[in-house]
T-cell receptor, first 114, second 109 residues
Framework: KAGVTQTPRYLIKTRGQQVTLSCSPISGHRSVSWYQQTPGQGLQFLFEYFSETQRNKGNFPGRFSGRQFSNSRSEMNVSTLELGDSALYLC?????????????FGEGSWLTVV | GEDVEQSLFLSVREGDSSVINCTYTDSSSTYLYWYKQEPGAGLQLLTYIFSNMDMKQDQRLTVLLNKKDKHLSLRIADTQTGDSAIYFCAERGNSDMRFGAGTRLTVKP
């Protein structure tokens, strides 16, 4: 069974541009969540989607947005990129929203903003 | 402060046991997790424990939970150089999952 797949794995963008990252969850998983990982801030929760609806949102500015499609695949978008957005963006999937539903992570998308 | 706290570094000799500690604050957390992250990779689920358990063993891994003190530990027996990585403790209550800052385990030959 394939794991969580994220694309692209690496990308470089310039300040002011926007970026879209993609995530395909494990087959059968309906919940997708996104995290930002930086050396200074650690792992921070961005948002979680279930059945195409955003169910939880972390403390990030409105430049960070996401969506989930009917096949549970998800995308996140960052507009007007800033240098501080350079990070590893991790996508995770689980069967549902209950705390007992184990979360599995993808390999991440490394974003560098120059 | 953070909801989940871990010490940042741990160094052990190959063959010794490693113990990584974690404290959390959300008493509603029903599941607690340990993840491993190797350089350049995502997070790999190692093990998890339900809050009504106080111990779980899985091969070389032993998880101990003291719910009264909100303290969680991960013991790795016979630590190998391949265990060198960052280990994250995480709790999940009713909303998002909260992670500690991670403990960097270095295994010396």
């Amino acid at each position: 069974k394939a794991g969580v797949t994220q694309t692209p794995r690496y990308l470089i963008k310039t300040r002011g541009q926007q970026v879209t990252l993609s995530c395909s969850p494990i087959s059968g998983h309906r919940s997708v969540s996104w995290y930002q990982q930086t050396p200074g801030q650690g792992l921070q929760f961005l948002f979680e989607y279930f059945s195409e609806t955003q169910r939880n949102k972390g403390n990030f500015p409105g430049r960070f947005s996401g969506r989930q499609f009917s096949n549970s695949r998800s995308e996140m978008n960052v507009s007007t990129l800033e240098l501080g957005d350079s990070a590893l963006y991790l996508c995770a999937s689980s069967l549902g929203l209950r705390s007992g539903n184990t979360i599995y992570f993808g390999e991440g998308s490394w974003l560098t903003v120059v | 402060g953070e909801d989940v706290e871990q010490s940042l570094f741990l160094s052990v000799r190959e063959g010794d046991s490693s113990v990584i500690n974690c404290t959390y604050t959300d008493s509603s957390s029903t599941y607690l997790y340990w993840y491993k992250q190797e350089p350049g990779a995502g997070l790999q689920l190692l093990t998890y424990i339900f809050s009504n358990m106080d111990m779980k063993q899985d091969q070389r891994l032993t998880v101990l939970l003291n719910k009264k003190d909100k303290h969680l530990s991960l013991r790795i027996a016979d630590t190998q150089t391949g265990d060198s990585a960052i280990y994250f403790c995480a709790e999940r209550g009713n909303s998002d999952m909260r992670f500690g800052a991670g403990t960097r385990l270095t295994v010396k030959p």
